[in-house]
């Protein structure tokens, strides 16, 4: 199974992580700061919960930092993915009421992370486009190029997660 679409040349983020709206933060694994080569985004102690949609040892957060992790594919998701994803968005946007810094992030910080950020920004009140809107502001334009993944946001992911499941009741 592939873990994230080819880059097909998309030049990095220029910060590690990018606040969306107060205490919700939106990034990455790795980042390339404005004239520079692509670093290693390193969690420290900066979030109260870390929601990884992928992982590598080394890149925190350190210990005592709530960590969750759901990996999913930055690719078509199934019916359990992408209740993985609803339950992480789920757990962001409690979080996020409860006062928590949070960041959720995957490898680069624009598709999976985008996914889960925009469905707690609609558990928050916002909906889909404005949602999709606040984290190409604040995080990159480039944020949530994945066709896909914009269908289940502006379909509804409960909808998506049902269809998929359909899918996966056929023998074809």
Not at 27 to 32: A, I, L, P, R, S
Not at 147 to 162: K, P, R
Request: net charge negative; aromatic share 6%.
């Amino acid at each position: 199974m592939r873990t994230r679409q080819k880059e097909r040349g998309t030049p990095g983020p220029q910060e590690p992580w990018n606040e969306i709206v107060p205490g919700l933060w939106m990034g990455g694994h790795y980042f390339t700061p404005p004239g520079g080569d692509l670093e290693p985004a390193v969690v420290g102690g900066e979030f109260d919960l870390v929601v990884s949609l992928f992982t590598l040892p080394g890149h925190g957060p350190a210990p005592g930092v709530e960590h969750v992790v759901r990996e999913v594919p930055d690719d078509y998701l199934g019916a359990a993915q992408l209740r993985a994803v609803q339950e992480a968005a789920t757990l962001t946007a409690a979080a996020v009421r409860g006062g928590r810094r949070t960041l959720v992030r995957c490898h680069s910080g624009y598709n999976r992370s985008g996914l889960v950020t925009a469905q707690a920004l609609v558990e928050l009140g916002h909906g889909a486009d404005r949602a999709i809107e606040l984290i190409r502001e604040r995080r990159s334009p480039r944020a949530l190029n994945n066709l896909a993944f914009l269908d289940y946001l502006t379909t509804g992911l409960e909808t998506a997660y049902l269809l998929a499941g359909l899918d996966a009741g056929t023998d074809g």
